[in-house]
């Protein structure tokens, strides 16, 4: 059975660092993309990175870019989101999700105007709450 498994959300102060774990069970993670999507009250579900294990290609929004990491463990068969540097507007459920492909985000991103779409993910886990607030 496929299965995507997130943890590590909680309660931080702006400025401060959190880590994201998704646990992936029934595949191997060099046959999918990751994506971590997010969804604060009243806003559509964000894409805000994604990995391809099969070449280590990875994905950020503008948004999170420079703040946020995306990594592998394959022996783990986990992705982590590292957060540093978080801000009150970073708050929302964040979402980890597979997508079944042999096209790579490296291939993907040569389009400028590329983001994750959600509609391309086949599985998804039941979210972790993320608040920065002092």
């Known amino acids: 059975q496929v299965q995507v498994v997130e943890s590590g959300g909680g309660l931080v102060q702006p400025g401060g660092s959190l880590r994201l774990s998704c646990a992936a069970s029934?595949?191997?993670?060099?046959?999918?993309?990751i994506g971590w999507f997010r969804q604060a009250p009243g806003k559509e579900r964000e894409g805000v990175s994604c990995i391809s294990s099969s070449d280590g290609s990875t994905y950020y929004a503008d948004s999170v870019k420079g703040r946020f990491t995306i990594s592998s463990d394959i022996a783990k068969n986990t992705v982590y989101l590292q957060m540093n540097s978080l801000k009150p507007e970073d708050t929302a459920v964040y979402y980890c999700?597979?997508?079944?492909?042999?096209?790579?985000?490296?291939?993907?991103?040569?389009?400028?105007?590329?983001?994750?779409?959600?509609?391309?993910?086949?599985?998804w886990g039941q979210g972790t709450q993320v608040t920065v607030s002092s």
């Open positions: 029934g595949f191997t993670l060099d046959e999918y993309i």
């Open positions: 999700a597979a997508e079944r492909t042999r096209v790579p985000v490296s291939w993907r991103v040569r389009d400028s105007d590329f983001t994750p779409n959600p509609n391309d993910y086949d599985y």
